[in-house]
């Protein structure tokens, strides 16, 4: 009887693909105000900063378009919800594209990545508040989708 109980317990620690997501997205919250509050003289750790939260979002985009997403989909009787999902990677993608053509000094730089938040932001809520639930109420098998999600994230990671 303990060791169901034990058993029980790990089962409720382990991520599943909504608090993974959840996780990625408090982070990029995270280091977009500490890019907002930094104050950077070098315009080199401001370039780099702003680098490596694109390169978050990107991750993040990745392992949703090619595993979260397809699994909801499949499911999920919205196509209009997971259309506009993909839209607004593809806009984000494209800001992204151009913060990456800016030198660090570019005064577009702080604008573009202040308007990248905003992006993400939005994004972020219609997941939380829309895709979420409707995901949770499908009955997916979201630890097995994370350990997927997981499993990807180092794959790219190791690209780096």
């Not at 694109?54 to 259309?83: G, Q, S, W």
């Not at 839209?87 to 702080?110: C, F, T, W, Y």
């Amino acid at each position: 009887m303990a060791k169901a109980k034990k058993s029980k317990a790990k089962k409720q620690k382990q991520l599943d693909a909504l608090d993974l997501l959840r996780r990625d997205h408090a982070d990029v919250k995270k280091a977009f105000k500490e890019f907002e509050k930094a104050k950077y003289k070098d315009p080199n750790a401001c370039k780099e900063f702003v680098a490596s939260i694109c390169k978050a979002i990107e991750m993040h985009a990745t392992v949703e378009e090619e595993i979260f997403y397809p699994a909801v989909r499949e499911r999920i009787k919205d196509d209009e919800l997971m259309n506009e999902a993909l839209v607004e990677h593809n806009a984000a993608k494209q800001l992204i594209a151009e913060i990456r053509r800016l030198s660090g000094d570019d005064p577009m730089l702080k604008a573009s990545a202040m308007v990248l938040s905003e992006y993400v932001n939005h994004h972020v809520r219609e997941e939380e508040n829309q895709m979420f639930p409707k995901a949770r109420r499908l009955k997916l098998d979201l630890e097995g989708l994370a350990e997927k999600m997981l499993a990807r994230k180092d794959e790219l990671k190791g690209r780096e």
